[in-house]
């Protein structure tokens, strides 16, 4: 019996599959994902996909369509908050653009980072947010009531969570003068995130110590008004201090005054003889001197 050979089958065509994301392009997509997902309402999804030759676009996701209004001001509103990362935006009642880097807008970055640094030299809100135990009892348990005011302190400093958006990104350029820019904004973020710190540290601090002069004496009124007045010594030593140096011309900060972080105030207000420094025998003898010569001619 003979058998026909069998034909020869060609091979079977792979068609080529999605492209994976690049890292920084990925990376790229979580961050434009949070920050779009912070601004959009409870309950909305938001997708994110890339957009050959380059960048995202952004959309809102839902079963229902969105009224062309309500679409037009959400993707407004995320096309600001994403372009305060420093990201060319485009956006209308359909869709986000989110192109590449520019120069304008890293320029607002590093102003806003800094308007909010100089802010953040200020500690006064805190303390008296802090003490009033953003309404917690005070019969409560202390770590509890402590983490209470600490998330209430972080929201309202807003920083924090801003910067946590953008966890996990590395950004770059390959324009010299972008590059600069980055760098510029990545170091200031890294003061304002040391700052934020400083005011959760003394949140924490004066939370705990009004619960814990309460349990003593069951008087919260007068707990928080000690507290308070303890935590102005080094809340305002910064300000003593300076006052009595005086400015420097080389010296960063607003009215060419350095940053002094909590830290450093703290331990400032230990410090006796921050004020006015005393006269001297040698100040007073060209005045003596005057005199003299002022009586010789009469």
């Known amino acids: 019996m003979s058998i026909e050979p069998r034909a020869r ?16 392009t990925a990376a ?19 997708g994110v996909d890339e957009v050959p030759p380059g960048g995202l676009q952004v959309w809102i996701d839902t079963p229902v369509p969105v009224g062309a209004q309500e679409s037009w001001v959400l993707h407004h509103r ?13 956006a209308d009642a359909d869709r986000l653009l989110v192109l590449g880097w520019s120069a304008a807008c890293l320029h607002n970055r590093v102003r806003l980072l800094q308007s909010g640094l100089r802010r953040l030299t200020d500690f006064e809100a805190t303390a008296q947010r802090a ?3 953003d309404g917690q009892a005070p019969d409560q348990p202390a770590t509890q009531v402590v983490a209470a005011v600490c998330a209430s302190i972080e929201r309202r400093l807003r920083w924090p969570e801003r910067l946590t958006e953008l966890d996990g990104f590395e950004r770059s350029s390959g324009l010299p003068h972008l590059q600069l820019l ?11 995130a040391a700052a934020c710190e400083e005011h959760l540290v003394m949140a924490r601090v004066l939370a705990r ?16 008004r000690d507290v308070l007045a303890e935590s102005r010594r080094w809340v305002h030593a910064s300000s003593m201090i300076r006052g009595s140096a005086g400015a420097r011309p080389s010296s960063g900060g607003p009215a060419g005054r350095p940053h002094m972080g909590l830290a450093e105030r703290r331990i400032a207000a230990s410090v006796i003889n ?6 001297t025998p040698a100040a007073v003898t060209p005045l003596v001197e005057h005199l003299d010569h002022t009586e010789g001619a009469r």
Do not use: F
Request: hydrophobic fraction near 45%; charged fraction near 20%.
């Open 9 to 24: 089958v060609a091979p079977e065509r792979v068609l080529p599959g999605p492209v994976p994301l690049a890292p920084e």
């Open 28 to 46: 790229q997509q979580r961050v434009v994902q949070r920050i779009c997902a912070r601004v959009a309402p409870d309950g909305m999804d938001v």
């Open 78 to 90: 995320m096309a600001r908050e994403v372009a305060l990362v420093g990201w060319h935006c485009e």
């Open 131 to 133: 003490v009033q135990l």
């Open 182 to 192: 980055l760098a510029q904004v990545i170091g200031l973020e890294a003061k304002v």
């Open 209 to 224: 110590a009004v619960c814990e002069q309460y349990a003593r004496h069951s008087d919260l009124s007068r707990a928080q």
């Open 274 to 279: 921050h004020g006015v420094p005393r006269a």
